[in-house]
């Protein structure tokens, strides 16, 4: 893996630690020498991680709708800023360039990020890993809807399990490094 696409958030949250999350995250990734494909935006948790990642000369690709750059949130410091029309073109750009995915805490955006990627990898249009970076337990109550889901069977086990989950960022690449996909999708199949 050497680009990891992130979907977080546009504000940086009430609690600091949030932002001190996404440094975490930022650092690792450059340990390990990847580089960030991203929403492409200046502000919240996504500049935090953009403005890290440049710092030390780590590739930025940024991919936003230009409806965004015209309310002028795009960070134009990006290794390469990609414009698009629309918020599919940009979603569909950062499931392609990235060769892994974390959501880390964000809003309503982030979540649909993450499920569209849960469903792309569960109907096998991609079969790329896939993390929430569970930042302060963030996510604990979504892990815990998720797992109901399956337990009601309306998520099948395997694809519960294909979503990797931690709070520390060396764990989640760690994993996202062995993640091996399920080669056929098991569509309708009890």
């Not at 500049?47 to 590739?59: H, I, P, T």
């Not at 995915?101 to 982030?110: L, Y």
């Not at 309306?154 to 709070?167: E, V």
């Not at 091996?180 to 098991?186: I, R």
Request: proline content about 4%.
């Amino acid at each position: 893996m050497k680009k990891i696409t992130i979907y977080c958030g546009s504000q940086k949250g009430k609690n600091p630690v949030y932002e001190e999350g996404a440094i975490r995250l930022a650092e690792e990734m450059i340990r390990r020498k990847m580089d960030l494909v991203y929403g492409a935006g200046k502000v919240g948790l996504m500049g935090v991680m953009a403005n890290q990642m440049l710092e030390v000369g780590r590739k930025v690709y940024g991919i936003i709708p230009q409806k965004l750059v015209d309310i002028e949130v795009a960070h134009h410091g990006c290794s390469e800023l990609t414009v698009v029309e629309t918020m599919r073109d940009r979603k569909w750009l950062m499931a392609e360039r990235g060769d892994g995915f974390i959501a880390m805490p964000g809003g309503i955006g982030t979540l649909e990020e993450l499920f569209e990627i849960m469903t792309l990898n569960q109907l096998a249009y991609i079969q790329k890993p896939l993390a929430l970076y569970n930042v302060a337990g963030y996510y604990d109550k979504l892990v815990d809807f998720l797992d109901f889901a399956a337990g009601e069977g309306f998520i099948k086990k395997y694809q519960r399990d294909l979503l990797i989950i931690s709070n520390d960022p060396g764990v989640l690449l760690d994993k996202m490094a062995a993640y091996e996909p399920k080669l056929e999708p098991d569509w309708g199949k009890g």
